[in-house]
């Protein structure tokens, strides 16, 4: 009884705002949860009926274990219960919101660098990595919410840090199946995909965030640069996994593809802002590939490219607790077909005073659709509220 007092004492004592620590000898854990839930409501174009798009959400209902056992190991299990039930139900994942979001190990005994293992997000791409709970956002630029690239996968990372964390370097190597991994084995090659980033700060770390709500009084900058890299080769020549639309067909082909990324971010004062630009390279085997169809020889040159970018502004009004946003991107599907799709989306998050829970509220606006992918509305709002503890 003595034990079971003291245990819940060390809760009570270890409660932070944020997060409950539980500590035993060498072994610390922290718990957290996060709840999120929104209404959506689309301005359909003409000729459209189907508004089954006008629903309220739930997009988080989440429960994360992060511990560390003496100096060595550090651990994270992050599972969403809303996307466990809703990929339940539907056959394709949703790759910005999977259920089970993060399970991997980190050793840090070696000296010449950090090893990560395990199930979670690709260190590639710096909005990927950062956390939902610092954007006014309730849903990531297209180029990098997971469709045309994927933010998660199983592997291992090696991870090396200099100059005060001001610079970082990862080299990794995963499955390649991003998300759809967690379905067992590998695509018929077997191949790998391998991922490399490498970023560089100033005049000190800058960690991963959008949001600069502790207006830096100094200004602050960080750049990084990143690349992939695969050659699978699929017996059917067709894009993995079967009937999967939200995957563009492009984040595993049959054959050779090359992503290569650049961002910048900076902050001061409250303003920030972050740029990102990606382009990939895809090099089927096979001449009558789906990505090759209704183009000759000569047109395709053995290749197809595809990408975009990203552009965002912030300001945190500190006063007030509200982050206002605003992001423009453009994603070129296949460059091939004509046209790219142009997308304004601003945002406004207001911090409820004394929780860490935030109203959202985020307007989508498409200037243009593209042609191999149009969609059935123009115009999109969401607004909801997030809760963490």
Not at 70 to 96: C, M, Q, R, S
Not at 250 to 277: H, N, P
Request: proline share 3%; net charge neutral.
């Amino acid at each position: 009884m003595k034990s079971f007092l003291s245990f819940i004492l060390l809760i009570a004592v270890s409660t932070s705002f944020a997060q409950f620590t539980i500590s035993s000898g060498k072994n610390t854990m922290e718990l957290s949860t996060s709840f999120s839930t929104f209404y959506n409501s689309r301005t359909l174009n003409a000729g459209e009926t189907d508004q089954s798009k006008n629903r309220f959400k739930l997009r988080d209902a989440q429960l994360g274990i992060d511990g560390r056992v003496g100096n060595d190991f550090e651990y994270t299990l992050k599972v969403d219960f809303a996307d466990i039930a809703a990929n339940n139900i539907n056959t394709v994942i949703d790759p910005e919101n999977p259920g089970l979001l993060a399970a991997n190990v980190t050793y840090k005994g070696f000296k010449f660098c950090d090893i990560e293992m395990g199930y979670g997000k690709l260190h590639y791409s710096r909005s990927t990595m950062v956390p939902f709970e610092n954007t006014a956002y309730w849903q990531s630029a297209e180029i990098t919410r997971g469709s045309i690239f994927s933010v998660r996968d199983i592997g291992v990372t090696f991870i090396k840090n200099f100059w005060k964390q001001r610079a970082n370097v990862y080299l990794g190597a995963y499955s390649g199946l991003g998300e759809y991994s967690l379905n067992g084995d590998n695509d018929p090659s077997g191949a790998l995909e391998y991922v490399g980033r490498f970023d560089i700060s100033y005049p000190s770390r800058f960690r991963y965030r959008e949001v600069d709500d502790r207006h830096t009084p100094i200004p602050m900058f960080s750049i990084g640069i990143a690349g992939r890299y695969t050659d699978k080769s699929l017996p059917t020549g067709a894009a993995f996994p079967a009937g999967a639309s939200s995957s563009y067909g492009l984040k595993v082909i049959d054959g050779k593809r090359y992503v290569y990324g650049f961002d910048a971010a900076f902050q001061y004062m409250g303003f920030s802002g972050q740029f990102e630009i990606h382009q990939l390279k895809m090099e089927p085997q096979n001449t009558n590939d789906p990505l090759f169809q209704n183009f000759t020889n000569s047109q395709t040159k053995g290749y197809i490219l595809a990408g975009g970018y990203l552009t965002q502004l912030n300001y945190y009004i500190k006063d007030w607790g509200t982050i206002l946003s605003a992001r423009y991107e453009e994603v070129d599907l296949n460059d091939l077909v004509k046209g790219k799709s142009q997308r304004f989306s601003p945002a406004i998050g207001y911090k409820l005073k004394g929780y860490n829970a935030m109203i959202k509220f985020q307007y989508f606006k498409i200037f243009k659709d593209e042609s191999i992918d149009p969609f059935n509305w123009k115009d999109q709002y969401r607004l909801g509220m997030q809760f963490s503890l």
